[in-house]
């Protein structure tokens, strides 16, 4: 039982992980980067669909990107997609692809950027202390419900909390990295 729980919550502080890799990836660190624009969302063929469904994003240069749509009858919707999204880089049109040039980042968008991913990734490790709680009450209500020993419960506390300083730490070296990133010149 003690096991199931620990599984459990270790499956999903490592969803959280990923979450803010992902999160992450769509920050503009002055580099092209395809995950910039992979989840804006196009209207194509009467639905919404994210931009990687209907175009492939390559990064030719480092500062560029272009976003080739798989049928060029999409270029519009793409491009008005683009200027609705929060990515704030104007696209280029040139009747095949879509070119998107990085602009430079300033002193103070990249302290500004640093701050966001600091905020992103305080509310990862509340996710992830969020996750603890709720495996630390499951494991009180087995103790409770005498289905554990006392002493199991402590160790399986240990364990958890064991656990939970691993997954704060990866978060904490992500959240480093992407802020190193943003703020290399």
């Known amino acids: 039982m003690i096991r199931d729980v620990l599984q459990e919550t270790e499956l999903r502080m490592m969803t959280a992980v990923e979450a803010i890799e992902s999160d992450l990836a769509t920050f503009r660190t002055g580099r092209a980067s395809p995950g910039l624009v992979e989840r804006v969302v196009v209207q ?7 931009l990687r469904q209907v175009a492939l994003i390559s990064v030719p240069e ?39 040039t990085m602009p430079r980042l300033t002193e103070e968008r990249r302290r500004e950027l640093t701050r966001q991913v600091g905020r992103r990734v305080e509310e990862a490790k509340v996710a992830v ?14 103790k409770n419900n005498h289905e554990i020993a006392e002493d199991d419960f402590f160790s399986a506390q240990d364990d958890l909390q064991k656990l939970t300083d691993r997954y704060i730490e990866q978060i904490d070296e992500i959240g480093a990295r992407k802020s190193a990133e943003i703020m290399e010149v």
Do not use: F
């Open 62 to 100: 480092p500062q560029q990107l272009a976003i080739r749509p798989y049928d060029p009858k999409l270029l519009g919707a793409i491009e008005k997609a683009i200027l609705k999204s929060d990515v704030g880089i104007t696209p280029n049109n040139d009747g095949h692809a879509i070119w998107l």
């Open 129 to 142: 202390r969020n996750i603890r709680r709720d495996a630390l009450n499951e494991l009180r209500s087995l």
């Open 44 to 50: 194509a063929y009467g639905a919404e669909v994210n």
